[in-house]
C-alpha cells in the first residue's frame, strides 16, 4: 500500500521509492531493542503515546497546549532528549557546546557585535546535552509554507527559516519544522536557495488510525 497520501517531497531529500521501502520492511522488525521488546514493538509503544498526546492536545488547542504537544512528541514517542528552549531574541549558526551560553553574558556580546541570529524554537540533544537538532515551531493555525513575522524581525515561512539557518550553519545538517499538525524533516542544501524536505502529515496518520504507517513512516523517518 502507498503511503503517498501522507507524506510528500521537496527537492527530493529522500526518493519516494525508498520511504516507500522503509515503510515496507515495517513487517519484518524482529531486532530485540530492550528487555525482550522487537522494535515494532516500541514502535506501536510510541504510536499509542502518540495517540494519546494528539487527543489530548485537540481537546484543548491553545499556543501553550501545542507547545506541550510538540515537546511530547520530540521527547517521549520520537526519544530526543535534552530540550533547551532558545531565547526569543535568536540564535547563531554555530556549534553550541554549553547551551547555557545562550542565555549568560558571552552569548550577549555575541550578538551585540552584529552576528546573524534565527529564530529556534527549541534544540534537541541524542542522549547528550550536545544539541544536535534544531527545531522551529510555527503556529497551529498557520502553515509550515505561510510567512510569519518572527521575534527576530525575520518575515519568512517557518520552512525558509530553517533552510536559512541550516545552509548558514557548518554544524547543523538536520532539522525539524512542525506546526504540530505536519511535521517536516530538512537537510541543509547550499547548493539551492529552495528548502529540501520530507512533509508528514501526522495529524492525518493519527486521525485514520493508521498505526502502521506511523511506524514505517513518522516513527522511522524522524526518529
Known amino acids: 500500500m502507498s503511503i503517498s497520501r501522507y507524506c510528500k517531497h521537496y527537492n527530493l531529500l529522500f526518493s519516494p521509492d525508498l520511504v516507500q521501502r522503509v515503510y515496507e520492511r515495517q513487517a519484518k522488525y524482529a531486532v530485540p531493542v530492550d528487555k525482550g521488546l522487537s522494535v515494532r514493538d516500541e514502535a506501536q509503544r510510541a504510536y499509542r503515546i502518540a495517540r494519546a498526546a494528539w487527543h ?8 501553550s497546549t501545542q ?8 521527547e517521549k514517542v520520537l526519544g530526543y532528549s535534552h530540550l533547551t528552549e532558545c531565547p526569543d531574541r535568536g540564535i547563531p ?37 550536545k544539541p ?16 510569519i513575522r518572527f521575534s527576530t524581525g525575520q518575515h519568512l515561512s517557518a520552512t ?27 537537510r541543509d542544501n547550499p547548493a539551492l536557495s529552495r528548502p529540501c524536505y520530507l512533509d508528514i502529515d501526522l495529524d492525518r496518520l493519527l486521525d485514520e488510525e493508521d498505526s502502521t504507517a506511523f511506524d514505517g513512516l513518522f516513527w522511522h523517518m524522524l526518529h
Not at 67 to 74: A, K, T
Not at 115 to 125: A, D, E, M, N, Y
Not at 160 to 186: C, D, H, P
Open 56 to 63: 489530548a492536545w485537540q481537546a484543548e488547542a491553545t499556543d
Open 160 to 186: 525558509q527559516m530553517m533552510q536559512a539557518f541550516l545552509n548558514a550553519s557548518e554544524y547543523y545538517t538536520w532539522a525539524i519544522v512542525t506546526n504540530g499538525s505536519n511535521w517536516r524533516l530538512l
Open 67 to 74: 507547545r506541550q504537544y510538540i515537546r511530547h512528541i520530540l
Open 93 to 129: 549558526p554555530e556549534e553550541q557546546k554549553n547551551t547555557q551560553n545562550l542565555f549568560g553574558p558571552t552569548f550577549e556580546t555575541e550578538a551585540n557585535a552584529g552576528v546573524h541570529l534565527f529564530p529556534i524554537s527549541l534544540l534537541l540533544g541524542a542522549g547528550t546535552n
Open 132 to 147: 544536535v537538532l534544531p527545531v522551529i515551531i510555527a503556529p497551529a493555525d498557520k502553515t509550515l509554507d505561510a510567512k
